[in-house]
């Protein structure tokens, strides 16, 4: 069984029945969708030797080794042509890092039909990087998960760059279109709002108060209390 995080990871993975996990791990996510047979076929990418041996091993001795591939490689580079991959997962790791990883894949990106993302942090930073780049989020979800909100998107290739609002690029452009939002990500963002405005009510009895943060907290705030309008 899955974490409530990576389950809601691997929920965005479908349709794609030719996976690629990077920064596998323990290989966790693809084994798990094998045996649901939700898969068909992953590689799984690992940068790292101890965890690129723990997922070998898994694997070996799982009833799945002809259909997972476990390769030590940096990044998308875990990715050959002939393997056919629609759909890469990157998750549990900084937004950075990840568009790091996508940045510097450019080749491997041309094969996929479908990215499924779920950065620890800087998020914003990652829906700017697929907007910028050609890719449309297509679903999003947000999940509270032994004691962290996480955040996740799958993406498909467009044809043209996407530009996405500020409050988009915050919430996410697929949250903020469904009908109904999920309640953690409803309790994620009132959490959000009180943390801020708490630090503005700071900054502004400071003695010398920092305009330039105080109208960038503001901003903040308002913008997360659009988002909370717009989808209760
Ligand atoms: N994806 C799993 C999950 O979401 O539970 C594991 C997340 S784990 C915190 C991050 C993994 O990414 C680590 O095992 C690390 O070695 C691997 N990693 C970091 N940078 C990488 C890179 N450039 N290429 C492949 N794997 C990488």
């Known amino acids: 069984k899955l974490s409530k995080r990576l389950q809601a990871v691997a929920d965005l993975t479908q349709p794609w029945r030719r ?8 290989a966790h996510l693809p084994l798990y969708l094998r045996e649901q047979n939700k898969i068909d076929f992953a590689v799984c990418g690992e940068v790292i030797p101890g965890p690129y041996e723990i997922a070998a091993a898994h694997v070996k001795n799982s009833a799945y080794s ?4 476990v390769r030590l490689a940096d990044g998308l580079q875990a990715i050959q042509q002939d393997d056919q991959v629609e759909c890469a997962v990157i998750a549990g790791m900084g937004g950075m890092l990840i568009t790091q990883i996508l940045e510097r894949g450019h080749q491997e990106l041309s094969w996929l039909k479908g990215l499924v993302l779920q950065p620890n942090q800087n998020v914003d930073v990652v829906r700017k990087w697929l907007a910028e780049h050609n890719w449309q989020i297509t679903a999003e979800n947000l999940v509270f998960d032994e004691g962290h909100y996480y955040q996740m998107m799958a993406a498909q290739p467009s044809k043209t760059p996407t ?6 690029l915050l919430m996410g452009p697929a949250m903020l279109q469904m009908p109904a939002v999920p309640a953690d990500f409803t309790h994620y963002w009132q959490f959000k709002l ?8 700071q900054l502004q009895n400071a003695s010398e108060p920092p305009a330039d943060k105080i109208s ?9 209390k659009e988002g909370l309008n717009a989808t209760n």
């Open 19 to 26: 996976i690629a996990d990077i920064g596998s791990d323990h």
């Open 66 to 69: 002809a259909d997972l591939v």
């Open 163 to 168: 530009t996405y609002t500020d409050l988009q």
């Open 194 to 201: 009180t943390q801020k405005q708490a630090i503005l009510q």
């Open 216 to 224: 960038q907290m503001a901003k903040e705030v308002d913008l997360i």
